[in-house]
Each structure stands twice: as structure tokens, then as C-alpha cells.
């Protein structure tokens, strides 16, 4: 988490918070940042804020499971360009202690405070061995049941 988590007007409380500086290869041929990128910086956040829970790549592979992505929703809000800074927020929004979770993200652009992406996604656990749905594991539940902010 950076130290500017609380300095932006964010979506919601407590974000867990990325710094991001916008590279030459990100940008598309219009001259802004290409809209795969920011699904790229979505995941990127997922997996540091999975990390600093306590669940990295290594404890999904030892529990045979992940959190696979079963829907996505990003909306657009204004662009981003070459050598900016950005800082990306998640949130785990919902856990239902059985086989699903949705993360909220929020991208702000420090230098305006302008909002660039508000995201959704939902995962559900499945086995890394099979592919197949699997109910979360209690160090998912305790991890991500632990790190639940409310959207109200």
C-alpha cells in the first residue's frame, strides 16, 4: 500500500493502493493509453492486495486453488497518457465463504484528481488441477472475508 491511499477522494474506504507510471508500450495508436492496459493494472492490483493478504502465487498452487475470473466490468472514464502517474485502488466488496468474491478497483490520476477506470470483477474458486469450481478454502475465506468493505 502507498502512502497516498487516503489522499484521493476514493470510491470507498481503506483502498489498498498501487502506484503506476504509465510506460511508452502501453500507449495505443491514438495516443492514450490502450484499453487492455487497464485490465492489465486490474490484475496487476489484484495480485499485490492478494499478496499483502498473505496469498500469493505459491500459496494457490500448495492449496490447489485460484480465484478465476468469471466477469469483468471496466467503464472508461477519461484517458491516460505516456509518462503520467496513476494510482489504482482495489477493494474486495463481497465474499460469499463459498465459492465466490468481486473486488472493486478505482484509477485516479494524482496530478487532477481525475478519476480514469471504475472496475468490477467477480472470481470464483476453482481447482488449479482441473479447472473445475471448488469451494474457497478456509485461508481464502480468512483472507478475503477479512479484507470485506462495505459499498454503502
Avoid at 486453488?65 to 463481497?94: K, Q, S
Wanted: one cysteine or more.
Amino acid at each position: 500500500m502507498t502512502a497516498e491511499q487516503g489522499a484521493f477522494d476514493w470510491d470507498l474506504p481503506r483502498p489498498f493502493v498501487i502506484d503506476i507510471l504509465v510506460a511508452p508500450e502501453a500507449i495505443d495508436h491514438y495516443g492514450h493509453v490502450n484499453n487492455a492496459q487497464y485490465l492489465r493494472w486490474v490484475e496487476q492490483a489484484s495480485w499485490a492486495h492478494s499478496g499483502q493478504l498473505g496469498l500469493t502465487l505459491e500459496h494457490y498452487r500448495a492449496l490447489d486453488r485460484a480465484m478465476a475470473v468469471h466477469r469483468h466490468e471496466l467503464d472508461y472514464l477519461a484517458p491516460g497518457f505516456e509518462g503520467e502517474r496513476l494510482a489504482m485502488a482495489t477493494w474486495i466488496v463481497a465474499c460469499d465463504s463459498r465459492l465466490t468474491l468481486t473486488r472493486r478497483f478505482q484509477l485516479i490520476r494524482p496530478q487532477d484528481g481525475v478519476t480514469l477506470l471504475r472496475a468490477r470483477t467477480r472470481y470464483a474458486c476453482i481447482a488449479l488441477s482441473s479447472g473445475r469450481p471448488r469451494r474457497l478454502p478456509p485461508e481464502f475465506v480468512s483472507a478475503y472475508g477479512g479484507a470485506l468493505v462495505a459499498e454503502s
